[in-house]
């Protein structure tokens, strides 16, 4: 059964950083893409950036002088570590943070055409619980 589990949200003052880490196991496919998203009450959900099982990373572009995406194998197989490092952070990077993972070579493929479109997101079938991050000026 795959998880995907969330932590490294808090509250930060304008400036400052912050790293968050998605855990994502019980997968046996060995095509996967895990993307991290964020939500403000009241807007849609936005992708904010993504890596999959070659490797590969990517950050939307309004971010990516801010933030980065990273990723490690996990201690066991069907386990990976996606992380979003986050810097220079202003009071509009207040969301809720969520990770989701699209696994199987069909739903890795259409991820990876959706995050070119900015959506939709349906292929990611499995997602956290979030983690809310804060941003005080």
């Known amino acids: 059964q795959v998880q995907v589990v969330e932590s490294g949200g808090g509250s930060v003052q304008a400036g400052g950083s912050l790293r968050l880490s998605c855990r994502v196991s019980g997968y046996t496919y060995r095509n996967y893409v895990v993307a991290w998203f964020r939500q403000v009450e009241g807007k849609e959900r936005e992708g904010v950036g993504y890596?999959?099982?070659?490797?590969?990373?990517?950050?939307?572009?309004s971010l990516k002088d801010r933030f980065t995406i990273s990723q490690s194998d996990g201690e066991s197989d069907g386990e990976t570590i996606v992380y979003l490092e986050m810097s220079n952070l202003n009071p509009e990077d207040t969301a809720m943070y969520y990770c989701?993972?699209?696994?199987?070579?069909?739903?890795?493929?259409?991820?990876?055409?959706?995050?070119?479109?900015?959506?939709?997101?349906?292929?990611?079938?499995?997602w956290g619980q979030g983690t809310q991050v804060t941003v005080s000026s």
């Open positions: 989701a993972a699209a696994i199987s070579r069909t739903a890795a493929n259409m991820a990876r055409a959706s995050w070119a479109t900015g959506g939709p997101w349906p292929m990611f079938r499995f």
């Open positions: 890596a999959d099982s070659d490797h590969n990373t990517g950050v939307r572009d």
